[in-house]
């Protein structure tokens, strides 16, 4: 049976949400900002200086040609433009491949890539070489929406770059395969998989790509000496770096696909899939690629579906395709306003909004008194005016001066709808008090079921300020687990029994991405539940505001429940030599880790190397102090001191 894409559609938004759904984008998805596959071959052959046959100078892009006979051309432009330096190469690779020959910046960004960026995707496979994605990625990033709050001022480039939604570029490297691999099971940056090399200077000029963080001329010059046309350089690409093959195995069995611009009709990625399927067996998720419907005679789906575990789906017209995607971003982002007219109701699909955990013995099912951890994808709730057993724990800053709590913005709207739903009287902020020694880490409001957590450093000495939760109190991921465990020993000792508590040190001026505190307010629970009396606290409900906090979480990049039940964790630790090169390598910890610890344990003589950890825990630059602390989810940064 045929399939339609509204057969397909619920499924894919569903696999979107759960992050398993990755686009495999092909050279359709550049038309026509970018040349065709023979138009392309023809350039670069002119640019080598390689004689075209005439039948082929003359072909239309529609034509049926023999498919190894534009290898044997390939080959000969390639061995052409060996004659020229690497940045001329990339050069004339780049005249042939913007359309007309358009300057860098000047090719428009397709409607159907266009559509396809209007979601932030984890990953993204491709086979082009152009920037047409990324640049539209650039043009419609919302990481301030994702990570849940805007920040304040102009963050420094390293913020950016841990919040962006804009995508890095990654090609065949070790290195870079490893980072792919990763992403799998650990939150990271957005890739762009660009498995045939990378040019860009197509959408955007090379240094705006570089302003976005998107490509260095280093990186640049690597990606671009990774580009594939000629038949020599597929044979390199997939058969000589084992490597690469693995971890496109480990893709295409951790991954749906969903193949967009016939990629996968390249004579080599058919091979390298069929040599997949006959090595690792059939995967457990099912592949998707679009075509439109005058391919169906051309196609043999039997072949596909038994041999590569690909359905095709088929739609009208080619030009079709924009809207179709239109439409799954409909299903899963934020929705066009107006819809079309006409348009289609966007599906539905599940998607879990509640995590629950229990603490419990062996397998058995936890029994009805066992205390509780809720993660919930919902606005901190008001608790009702004499419930007496739920109260709401809000995060807010701390004057350094005289201790007194600084409510934030998540404070003062929490305290907007208690006084409207009467459970508090006035929100004047001045009723705020400290419930623990100065300086504070948990305040209540009054007598009312709201209570403040203030996780801020308390050895910082700054100068008194004002504002919204701003800079004049010190913020450090290292106090987050310390100050939650103080906000819920209060609450316990106040008698309720079931907390609220909202995001923690993830307002306006954080310096870090929203998942660092999360992780860390989770290592504040744990700590609590393991000193906590049994008649205390039952249920500790979280509440996540962030998509980019509750997205990894329900893929399962973020091990909730191992963080609830034990201080053992992974630090990624990048290792950078003199030339600027990288080796990432993790290891595990358990318990309050320090960059002194990690140094001895990775062997690295303590006085040749610099410290960065990222996102950095606190105001301080990198240095070369060894007792700063080192919290889950970080990676460590080591450099050889100058």
């Known amino acids: 049976m045929d399939l339609g894409f509204d057969d397909v559609l619920p499924y894919l938004a569903s696999a979107y949400r759960r992050g398993t759904l990755a686009p495999f984008i092909g050279s359709g998805m550049s038309r026509p900002a970018c040349t065709g596959w023979l138009d392309l071959l023809r350039g670069l052959a ?111 480039s390293d913020a950016r770059r841990d919040e962006t939604d804009v995508p890095e570029v990654l090609g065949r490297s070790v290195e870079d395969c490893h980072k792919v691999l990763r992403s799998l099971a650990s939150p990271t940056r957005p890739i762009l998989w660009a498995l045939q090399g990378f040019l860009g200077g197509q959408a955007a000029r090379l240094d705006a790509l570089e302003e976005e963080l998107v490509l260095d001329p280093r990186r640049r010059a690597e990606l671009a000496s990774q580009v594939v046309a000629g038949h020599q350089q597929y044979q390199v690409a997939v058969n000589a770096h084992p490597h690469f093959r693995r971890a496109f195995a480990e893709v295409l069995s951790r991954r749906s696909l969903l193949f967009l611009g016939s990629g996968i009709l390249e004579d080599y990625l058919v091979n390298l899939f069929g040599e997949i399927a006959h090595h690792h067996g059939p995967g457990p998720h099912p592949h998707f690629a679009l075509f439109p419907g005058d391919r169906k005679d051309t196609l043999d789906v039997r072949f596909l579906q038994t041999r590569l575990g690909i359905a095709p789906v088929f739609y009208g017209h080619y030009s079709e395709l924009a809207g179709l995607l239109d439409r799954l971003a409909d299903a899963v982002g934020e929705r066009r306003a107006p819809a079309p007219s006409g348009a289609p109701r ?28 809720r993660l919930r994808y919902a606005p901190l709730p008001v608790p009702a005016a004499g419930d007496g057993r739920a109260c709401a724990v809000v995060s807010v800053g701390r004057m350094p001066s005289d201790n007194r709590a600084i409510p934030g913005t998540q404070a003062a709207r929490l305290l907007a709808e208690a006084q409207e739903a009467g459970v508090v009287a006035d929100t004047d902020p001045g009723r705020w008090r400290p419930l623990d020694e100065a300086p504070s880490y948990a305040y209540r409001f009054d007598d009312a079921p709201l209570f403040g957590v203030a996780a801020r450093d308390r050895t910082t000495d700054l100068p008194p300020g004002s504002g919204d939760d701003g800079p004049e109190d010190s913020r450090d991921l290292g106090v987050i687990a310390d100050a939650v465990c103080a906000a819920l020993r209060a609450a316990g000792a106040a008698g309720f029994r079931r907390v609220h508590i ?46 980019a906090i509750w997205s990894p979480v329900i893929a399962g990049k973020v091990p909730v429940a191992e963080m609830l039940s034990s201080g053992m964790m992974k630090v990624w630790v990048d290792l950078r030599d003199a030339s600027g090169s990288s080796e990432i390598f993790a290891v595990t910890v358990c318990g309050p880790t320090r960059v002194g610890d990690i140094k001895e344990l990775c062997g690295l003589p303590p006085a040749r190397w610099s410290t960065e950890i990222l996102p950095r825990p606190s105001k301080v630059e990198p240095s070369s102090a060894d007792d700063l602390l080192v919290t889950p989810a970080s990676i460590v940064v080591f450099s050889p001191r100058r």
């Open 46 to 156: 002119d640019a080598a200086g390689v004689e075209v046959p005439a039948h082929l100078r003359k072909a239309s892009p529609g034509d049926r040609l023999d498919t190894s006979e534009l290898y044997r051309l390939a080959d000969k432009a390639v061995l052409g433009l060996a004659a020229m330096d690497a940045e001329a190469r990339a050069d004339a690779y780049r005249g042939a491949l913007n359309e007309g020959g358009k300057a860098a910046g000047d090719c428009a960004v397709p409607p159907q890539t266009e559509a396809l960026a209007r979601c932030p995707w984890p990953l993204v496979l491709t086979t082009n070489y152009d920037d047409v994605y990324v640049v539209s990625r650039i043009r419609q990033s919302r990481a301030a929406e994702i990570s849940g709050v805007r920040r304040a001022g102009k963050p420094s």
């Open 346 to 373: 966007p599906p539905a699909a599940w998607m879990p909004d509640e995590l629950g955990f229990s603490l419990s013995e062996g397998s058995r099912c936890p029994a009805g008194a066992a205390r509780k951890v």
């Open 502 to 547: 909202g995001p923690v040190a993830s307002g306006k001026h954080r310096l870090w991405h929203p998942l660092h505190p999360f992780v860390q307010t989770l290592a504040g629970v744990r700590a609590f539940f393991r000193e906590a009396p049994a008649e205390g606290v039952e249920i500790v409900e979280l509440h996540v505001l962030s998509p």
